[in-house]
């Protein structure tokens, strides 16, 4: 492997939840073992870094960010010794390994939360937010706001009350207490010491409370993250930290600090205006966000996504954005779940296939290390039926067999149903007949990694944007040395032609980056290009 420090700059990144991936021991869900059998997959489909949802000991009733234990894994997942062989596998294909890390809040299984409540005088009492009434903090807040009512939540052991940013179960950790920084370092030391490469900070905005403010992104919670990356950067190296601060830009802009906070933050705000472009077939809520993206230190990289394991959250648009969203892509109440719409990729694009293509070509060319949601590069379907989150959480379908190929089991016993409607359905989406394609979403995804992987312009290089008249035209220019990416996309459902003001690499030729052909030289006219419904150009840029 690599041994490049800021390797997570060129990054593709897979997402995958250790349940839903592969059931080798036919108990029904995915397990360790399971997932090692499948990192050849990964490793063909070209992803360099794989990022796992919570594994460890817990009551599951968040999937695992409820965790009860820190240092171990969750027996349904396997054992210690299973991950260790997990990891040095990846390791073997190169493949780096991101872990979750989190920290704001425990599960109130833990035993911290079981001895801060047992009294009021436990010495771990202050490892947790209490108060007598459910008033304070007033201005926080509620993020789940389909389930839960107030912030606060009543405690019938020790008679008051506790904070809770997320489901009431989740007791917020106390960042004011040193000994929970220190504990919290412990964990990281742990996994890190073992081999992880980096990990993803869940909920860090919330780490402290102040009065009178909205309980999120405080310096408070700033210092916090700047002390873990000190003890980081001074026993490890090449390890990375990446925010999920589902925040607006200029706020997400702290968490990178002056480099010495997290490598890494999740551009949330883009996401869903990659949706609203191509909805309303005009590039403004990209370039706009794009435009209000701050620069941040060499160091630091934006993660970009279209879906992960939550909802698509629409936090970060203004209410009447939020509306049209809604109007356009959730249609069926049974898609909305707290400020979002639970869905995957495929279904949200009605199946079509260019829009799918055309979602994942910007994806892979605009700033930021992309991270790929697992099944959406085979094109799979959701379950809104299910409850909370679970609809996007489906097992991973391998083949047109019995349970998709995820499990020997018998199907009652699946930890969830598998999709099986006709048009996402296992026996029409799968791996195993995508793989013997070359036209196959799966093996367009493959060359569609493949071409990003093979320049650092699109995880490194500077972004800018054109301007051509016509505005269902997204066209930008990565550039990296002498390196120059010309990036042409219509966010159209119908044909469309682009003049663009190319002088500036006059002479040039563009070669068409899929076959490699090559186009037009750039001369001083205005460069005429026409692209059909929802196609995308990447051209590499050659002088002469
Ligand atoms: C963010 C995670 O992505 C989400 O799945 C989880 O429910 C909350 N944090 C609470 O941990």
Not at 49 to 66: E, K, N, Q, V
Not at 192 to 217: H, I, K, Q
Not at 310 to 335: I, P, Q
Not at 382 to 392: F, K
Request: glycine fraction near 6%; aromatic fraction near 12%.
């Amino acid at each position: 492997m690599e041994s490049d420090a800021l390797w997570y700059k060129d990054a593709v990144i897979y997402e995958v939840h250790v349940r839903g991936f592969y059931d080798a021991d036919g108990d029904g869900a995915g397990e360790f073992r399971g997932l090692t059998l499948k990192l050849d997959y990964l490793a063909d489909l070209g992803v360099s870094a794989i990022w796992l949802l919570p594994f460890y000991p817990s009551p599951l009733r968040d999937d695992g960010y409820d965790i009860a234990d820190y240092g171990n894994i969750h027996q349904a997942y396997g054992t210690l010794d299973d991950f260790r062989m997990f990891l040095e596998e990846a390791h073997r294909r190169g493949l780096r390994v991101i872990t979750e890390l989190v920290l704001n809040h425990t599960s109130d299984q833990h035993p911290w939360f079981q001895e801060a409540r047992s009294s009021r005088t436990n010495p771990r009492r202050d490892w947790y937010v209490w108060s007598d009434t459910p008033d304070r903090y007033k201005q926080a807040r509620i993020i789940f706001t389909d389930t839960e009512l107030s912030n606060w939540a009543w405690d019938p052991v020790s008679k008051s009350y506790y904070w809770h940013r997320f489901f009431n179960h989740q007791p917020d950790l106390n960042y004011d207490n040193p000994a929970v920084r220190e504990a919290m370092w412990e964990v990281m030391k742990f996994w890190f010491a073992m081999g992880v490469d980096g990990m993803r900070l869940d909920a860090v905005p919330y780490l402290v409370e102040r009065e009178g403010t909205s309980c999120e992104n405080l310096a408070e919670t700033h210092e916090v993250l700047r002390d873990l990356r000190q003890r980081v950067d001074a026993e490890f190296s090449g390890k990375m930290l990446l925010a999920e601060a589902n925040q607006w830009p200029r706020d997400v802009r702290e968490y990178f600090g002056n480099g010495d906070q997290c490598h890494m933050a999740f551009h949330f705000p883009l996401m869903p205006r990659m949706f609203m472009a191509i909805k309303l077939e005009d590039r403004k809520p990209i370039v706009d966000i794009l435009e209000r993206t701050p620069e941040i230190p060499a160091s630091c990289q934006w993660g970009t996504f279209l879906r992960n394991h939550d909802e698509l959250t629409l936090e970060m648009v203004t209410d009447e954005e939020r509306d049209y969203m809604y109007d356009e892509f959730a249609r069926e109440r049974r898609a909305k779940l707290n400020l979002g719409i639970r869905r995957r990729l495929a279904p949200l694009m009605e199946g079509d296939r260019r829009r799918i293509e055309l979602m994942n070509g910007l994806l892979m060319s605009l700033p930021g290390s992309p991270i790929l949601y697992y099944g959406d590069e085979i094109g799979m379907g959701d379950n809104i039926y299910l409850g909370d989150r679970n609809g996007v959480r489906t097992p991973m379908q391998w083949n047109g067999g019995w349970n998709a190929g995820f499990s020997s089991a018998d199907p009652e016993q699946l930890y969830s149903p598998i999709i099986s409607n006709p048009i996402y359905g296992y026996q029409a989406v799968n791996v195993e007949s995508q793989r013997r394609f070359d036209h196959s979403l799966l093996s367009w995804m493959k060359r569609l990694i493949r071409l990003r992987k093979s320049t650092r312009v699109f995880g490194r290089g500077a972004i800018e944007l054109l301007a051509p008249e016509n505005h269902r035209v997204l066209a930008y220019v990565r550039s990296l040395g002498s390196e120059r990416i010309l990036v042409v996309a219509n966010l159209s459902s119908q044909a469309q032609a682009a003049e663009l003001d190319l002088r500036r690499w006059k002479g040039a030729i563009p070669i068409e980056m899929f076959g490699g052909n090559l186009f037009p030289p750039i001369g001083d006219a205005p460069y005429l290009l026409t692209l059909g419904p929802y196609q995308f150009y990447w051209f590499r840029l050659r002088r002469l």
